[in-house]
């Protein structure tokens, strides 16, 4: 069986994409780490499925590189409208993509039939500890401390249809995310698992992150981790609510904004970086 595939990235957050309009995947889990293998495989964060949706224009269905299922992921997102776009799924530049968290609607710019930038409505953070989740009390998990791998740690706990602990600290280059990654996403506070972002404060519009996502590992970017990160610094008034903020991650760049509403606005570049066949 040959598998017809588009790798595509987000920022360097790297997809491997199917177009289940033209042809079925049987076993996404399995075949989710086959190809995300960089020796064996094609080499991606993961596999997303692009399918025909009752409720929106299309519909995505992410994997994750171990095999888990995400919820959401706003840099595949991007790249699913972009393909969408330019392969003729959709003739809009405002397209709208059922998720497992929900349906998101996003504005493309369109250059000479071009998608060169998306702008996604990623919908409200999430602040309830008991949605997100995490396992505490209250209506918020905003600037709580909490030990891990024997030091104690001030975190903020956001849901961008993910989990998302962001840390703010400085030197976050400095950090052994292998062996630290790993003991926030397993956290005893998380059942589902957790994505962690660990954030250096530039200036009031100006972030900086890196991210360990949980079933990848460290990745050099994440569109909800950046959107969470961002919701964090608002919340702990480093930024400023319904102002644009820059974060910066080992892929690019991101531009996010956290409104009046409780949504979130997520602008960045959506690439194709080439067509493929594989053989399973």
Known sequence: MKLHFTK?????????????FEQEVKN???LAVRVSDRHFGIGSDGLILI????TADCRMIMYNADGSEGAMCGNGIRCVAKYAYERGIVGDSHITVETKSGVKTLELTVEKQTVTAVRVNMGKAVLEPEKIPVLAGGDSFIAKKI???GREYEVTCVSMGNPHCVVFMRDIDALDLEKLGPEFENHELFPDRINTEFVEVVDSHTLRMRVWERGSGETISCG?????STVAAV???YCRQGEEIEVQIRGGKLYDTYL???EVLMRGPATIVFDGEMEL
Do not use: I, K
């Not at 399918?51 to 009752?54: D, G, N, T, V």
């Open 28 to 30: 996404p889990e399995e």
């Open 51 to 54: 399918a025909p949706s009752e």
């Open 8 to 20: 595509m990235h987000g920022t360097g957050n790297d997809y491997v994409y199917v177009n289940l």
């Open 147 to 149: 030990t891990v791998a």
């Open 224 to 228: 909800t981790g950046t959107c969470a």
């Open 235 to 237: 919340l702990n008034g």
């Open 260 to 262: 009046e509403s409780g």
